[in-house]
């Protein structure tokens, strides 16, 4: 059995970018381990041998021709934007130059 | 007693593959475009787009994969790898991952001892992220997503390198082949081919590889050499002081020649890969890979061994040659124009033509003297109409855009004097005009030959078949 | 007028008895009426419905009207639609206008569909209650103080109180098959790939499916002619012909095989629900079918298989939302991991967050193999197990459901309770398959809906036996009161 402690619901939020109320972290390590628990019946089942199922039909990938069929957008798009300006969309300063 | 260290390097090279559209999104790849217009709704990650897999850039890797001697994966598999960036506007970028489109190949560089065959682990199909640019907006970032989307082919070697001219060399012929397969522009400065770096050193000897850095997108061929030459004395000095390697992702600044570590990847990146759900697994048959098999071009390593074996060139020569497409092209293209032979064209594209390039910084694709131009100068010294000393000067003319070389030759008159009588007649007055020089050469002063053959091609202005001359001026001093 | 099925309302347009804008008009006014007590719709689009009408009006005029011109409509709030606010029932989107049209919107605008408005569901559509949504839960007609089952709920709960003949709906787990069978009308989830996902903003998506709510099963075989097909914008979206499906609606059901899964009706199972079910297989007995017991033996997995698959998709699937190109951005962040954590920490709700986390963790480093690789083999053993009835039978008959709908705040504290909750339903979109659920009976005057369940691309025979059930059941034109 897994189980979920508040140091584990700290770095999974982490990892998916979520900010979490402290007073919240007990009632998420509980969810997530009833959770866990619930997802860890299937571990008795015996899969060996069993090919894994990405996709229900296991149909193959179907190719597109390389043409340009798509305009300029940038003004609907940018105008939902939460920030914009000459074009770019704008964040926060990034720390990294490539 | 110092330790002698062994350097073991292995590149990742991005390749942008020149596609018309993106690799999943109908949106325009052109590059320069206004900031975010070819940037479409998949390209943005707009709630509810998906993607749909471009047929030309999984020919392109085929194609590619077939050019290294690689296998197909007649199954290949797009996984989603997560992780937040501005640059990546899904979260994800859909790359393959634990099964590749390209298996595992080789590529044959030429090195100081010889040609060494570097091994291909793989090489997979994946997007492009956009680009985040650093002008100050207010103390924040500007997100361009243009790029998002082009369609990459990365390029892992085996750690086969042993020093950073062997990666430069890598680096060169898999810059040559991608382009002579016409699958990248090869355009460095525009990022269409990028290289990262893994570098280690061991003990000579030693059987385990050390611990590696990874110096990331280093874009010139030059910087390459440089990066990875810093790294090695880097990790020299750190392990000769008794340190250790941190395995780190480093960047190189070139203003300063150092690498320094990232700090966005100081974290342990988990990148939760898994099968992408809105991409099926990539199916390609025998029948498919055969009709790209017919499609590729004569390929390098081939067209180096057809130049040796048909034009009798040597290895050095064939392989400076094909290095090159364009130039191996141009080659082609005179040889095919001219009935010089092989190697006098492989002298004067090796030698006068790449000298004149050098000297004006330009590359083969921009010569002045066309293929066919270079031809018509080359057939007329086969035919003797000119000297391969007036060649030089009919070739300045021709850089200078005087026009063909048959047109310069007759404009300034410098076919070679054949007219056996007119060189007579030459003779005549030169002898007639050096009677005390004639004298002492009759009496045996033999080395005055020479003064005559010189004033005969002086009254000749050069052009005067030196042969001939020679021939004449012997039958007519002795007479 | 508004108790008339989609296909009387068609009948009445053609000969010209009613015009879309009158329809339009009446629905409108119903809507309008309603909402603050059911709060099925996020948003009502009345100048661009009437608008559609007109112009739908219009295009009967110049006889260029086909068979569903004019007839109003009701998009749940996932699809995209260009110029009208698309939210997904989240406050990450309530901002969000969606800048192009979901491929699904195009198909109901092509056929003259005229669409009142976008419908409240579970944000994201996480959820089995409709309870999960930033602009509240929706109620069950039957009883408001009730649940109208989820995730789709503002589409069935509209539906069910004739505030529009006909809603689309997806389901990833039995968000259309619940709600249709909380809310006692019919509700058909398509073959995955019969439907594009293409604008439907995705939850899981290789579980993701479009379908339809309705009265009965003519107007789903209607709405399936308009909705159903091959879109080269979707990779998953299959290639593969699709029937007239109005066009068997009246095939017998002579020689029928229909199978009983015996998983279906085990324990938690409510006795009323089961002896309903039984009685529905004998009322198709009767029409001609023959009844047979069969074993689904991988069913008791199918949730927990569902609860890895479906949360890791998500997370990955939801990573976009991150407040730089559109939607939910926080007010001044310190840095970029400030705007990416604070922004998706508010702009998501709890159930959201929960299957993020869930899936995150699934997914990580060390736990890949124990999880979703593990869930995927299972994932295909269940496959297996359908595949291997359908040697025998020719349908799968059984509950939608373990109970009928549950009161409002009820499961609201205990995640997996809720979960447990679409026990019946998962499994066919574990495997792909065509669900419908029928209205079947009641049990203390709430409906209770039986699911049939179909091989792959088998949705003709679906509706054909829904149709058949329904010559002879009155249960699908019972209506809830107050409305």
Redesign the interface.
């Known amino acids: 059995m897994s189980t979920i402690d508040a140091n584990a619901v700290n770095n999974i939020a982490h990892?998916a970018?979520l900010a979490v109320d402290n007073k919240h972290i007990p009632d998420l390590a509980r969810d997530l381990t009833n959770i866990l628990d619930l997802v860890e019946q299937m571990n008795q089942i015996d899969t060996q041998g069993i090919e894994p199922q990405?996709?229900p039909l296991d149909?193959?990938?179907?190719?597109?021709?390389?043409?340009?069929?798509?305009i300029?957008?940038?003004e609907l798009?940018?105008s939902i934007a939460p920030?914009t300006?000459?074009?770019?969309?704008?964040?926060?300063?990034?720390?990294?130059?490539? | 007693m110092s330790t002698e260290w062994e350097v073991v390097i292995g590149l990742e090279v991005h390749v942008q593959l020149n596609?018309?559209?993106k690799i999943f999104?109908?949106?325009?790849t052109a590059y320069g475009a206004?900031?975010?217009?070819?940037?479409?709704?998949i390209d943005?990650?707009?709630?509810?787009?998906?993607?749909?897999?471009?047929?030309?850039?999984?020919r392109k890797a085929t194609l590619f994969g077939l050019s290294v001697d690689a296998e197909i994966a007649k199954h290949s598999v797009?996984a989603?790898k997560?992780y937040?960036?501005?640059d990546l506007?899904?979260?994800?970028q859909i790359s393959q991952y634990e099964l590749p489109i390209v298996g595992k190949g080789h590529l044959d560089i030429v090195t100081d001892n010889g040609i060494k065959r570097i091994g291909i682990t793989r090489a997979h199909l994946e997007e492009d992220a956009g680009k985040?640019?650093?002008e100050d907006?207010h103390?924040?970032?500007?997100?361009?997503?243009n790029r998002a989307g082009t369609p990459l082919l990365e390029i892992v070697s085996e750690p086969d390198m042993r020093s950073a001219a062997e990666a430069v060399s890598y680096l060169k012929t898999l810059h040559n082949l991608v382009t002579h397969l016409g699958i990248c522009d090869g355009n460095m400065q525009e990022g269409s081919f990028r290289c990262d770096a893994n570098v280690s050193i061991r003990p000579k000897g030693q059987q385990e590889f050390g611990t590696r850095t990874e110096t990331?997108?280093v874009n010139s061929f030059r910087f390459v050499e440089r990066a990875i030459n810093y790294e090695i004395e880097r990790q020299i000095s750190v392990l000769e002081q008794g340190g250790t390697i941190d395995q780190a992702t480093l960047?190189y600044d070139a203003a300063k020649n150092e690498t320094r570590p990232?700090?966005?990847?100081e974290e342990a990146n988990?990148y939760?890969?898994?099968?992408d759900?809105?991409?099926?697994?990539?199916?390609l048959d025998d029948e498919w890979i055969e009709s790209v098999r017919d499609t590729l071009p004569e390929l390098p390593h081939e067209k180096r061994d057809r130049y040796q074996q048909a034009f009798g060139l040597s290895e050095y020569d064939a392989s400076v040659l094909v290095a090159n497409k364009a130039l191996a092209h141009y080659f082609e293209s005179a040889l095919d124009n001219t009935q010089a032979p092989a190697k006098l064209v492989t002298n004067w594209v090796m030698g006068d033509l790449s000298g004149a390039l050098n000297k004006a910084s330009l590359d083969i694709s921009e010569s002045p003297v066309s293929a066919e131009q270079l031809a018509g100068l080359l057939d007329r010294i086969h035919d003797d109409t000119i000297s391969s000393k007036i060649a030089k000067t009919v070739f300045e003319a021709m850089w200078n855009g005087e026009g063909d070389a048959n047109a310069i030759i007759a404009a300034k008159g410098l076919q070679q004097v054949t007219d056996t009588g007119a060189i007579e007649t030459i003779i005549d007055d030169v002898m007639a005009a050096n009677p005390t020089q004639l004298e002492q050469y009759r009496s045996g002063k033999d080395k005055l030959f020479g003064f005559f053959v010189g004033q005969v091609m002086k009254q000749t202005q050069g052009k005067a078949n030196p042969q001939q001359v020679n021939d004449l001026l012997k039958k007519k001093l002795s007479s | 007028m508004h108790t008339k099925t989609l296909q009387a309302l068609a009948s009445a347009l053609a000969d010209k008895s009613v015009s879309s804008v009158e329809l339009t008009e009446h629905f409108l006014k119903r809507c309008r009426e309603h909402n603050d007590n059911l709060n099925s719709f996020i948003t009502l689009t009345e100048e661009t419905a009437l608008a559609q009408a007109k112009a739908a009006d219009d295009a009967r005029a110049k006889g260029n009207a086909g068979p569903l011109t004019g007839i109003p409509f009701a998009q749940k709030d996932l699809?995209?639609t260009k110029g009208i606010k698309?939210t997904?029932a989240s406050k990450m989107?309530d901002n969000?206008i969606?800048?192009?049209d979901?491929t699904l919107v195009t198909k109901c605008q092509d056929a003259g569909l005229v669409s009142l408005g976008k419908t409240n569901m579970d944000e994201f559509a996480m959820g089995s209650s409709n309870e999960n949504s930033h602009y509240g839960a929706v109620k069950n007609p039957w009883d408001t103080a009730r649940v109208p089952g989820g995730s789709s709920g503002g589409s069935a709960a509209a539906v069910a109180a004739r505030l529009v003949p006909a809603a689309s709906g997806t389901d990833t787990g039995g968000s259309i098959r619940q709600p249709a069978s909380f809310s006692g009308i019919t509700g058909i989830k398509p073959t995955y790939g019969r439907v594009s996902?293409?604008?439907?903003?995705?939850f899981?998506?290789?579980l993701d499916q479009g379908g339809v709510f309705t009265q009965t099963a003519e107007d789903a075989a209607l709405l399936m002619n308009v909705i159903a097909g091959f879109d080269?914008?979707?990779?998953?979206s299959a290639d593969v012909a699709v029937p007239d499906y109005a066009a068997t609606l009246n095939d017998s059901l002579h020689g029928l095989k229909i199978g009983l899964p015996k998983e279906y009706f085990a324990e938690g199972l409510d006795s009323s629900i089961a002896t309903i079910i039984e009685n529905a297989a004998k009322t198709l007995e009767q029409q001609g079918a023959s009844v047979t017991e069969i074993s689904l033996p991988n069913t008791p997995s199918a949730i927990p298989v569902y609860y890895v698959i479906a949360p890791?998709?998500c997370?990955?699937n939801l990573?976009?939302?991150?407040g730089?190109?559109?939607g939910y951005r926080c007010e001044a962040p310190n840095d970029?991991e400030d705007l990416?954590k604070r922004s998706r920490g508010e702009g998501f709700g709890a159930e959201v967050k929960r299957r993020i986390m869930i899936g995150?963790y699934a997914?990580?480093?060390g736990y890949?193999d124990a999880y979703?690789l593990k869930a995927q083999q299972v994932r295909r053993m269940i496959s297996n197990d359908f595949q291997q009835a359908f040697n025998d039978v020719d349908v799968i008959l059984g509950p939608t459901c373990p109970t009928t709908a549950f009161k409002l705040g009820e499961k609201t504290t205990d995640p997996v309770s809720m979960y447990l909750n679409d026990i019946y339903t998962i499994s066919t979109n574990l495997a792909g398959l065509p669900g419908m659920s029928i209205p079947a009976g009641f049990v203390d005057g709430m409906p209770v809906g039986m699911q049939l369940i179909g091989n792959h691309f088998s949705e003709a025979k679906l509706l054909n036996i829904g149709h058949q059930f329904q010559q002879v059941t009155d249960w699908h034109q019972q209506m809830p009161e107050g409305f």
């Open positions: 990892l970018r990405a996709h149909a193959k990938q179907r190719l597109r021709n390389d043409e340009v069929t798509e300029n957008q940038r798009f940018m920030e300006e000459a074009g770019l969309y704008l964040v926060p300063k990034v720390i990294d130059a490539e | 596609t018309q559209s999104s109908g949106a325009a206004d900031p975010n217009t070819q940037a479409c709704a943005l990650g707009m709630p509810g787009v998906l993607p749909v897999l471009n047929k030309e850039a999984v797009f989603r997560n937040f960036y501005p506007p899904k979260g994800y985040s640019l650093h907006f103390g924040m970032t500007g997100i361009d997503l990331k997108n960047l990232m700090r966005s990847k988990d939760r890969y898994f099968p759900p809105d991409l099926l697994p990539l199916a | 699809f995209c698309t997904c989107l969000f969606a800048p192009y979901a996902r293409y604008g439907m903003i995705a899981a998506s290789s080269p914008k979707d990779s998953t890791a998709e997370s990955s990573s976009r939302f991150d730089v190109r559109y970029l990416y995150t997914l990580s480093a890949y979703y």
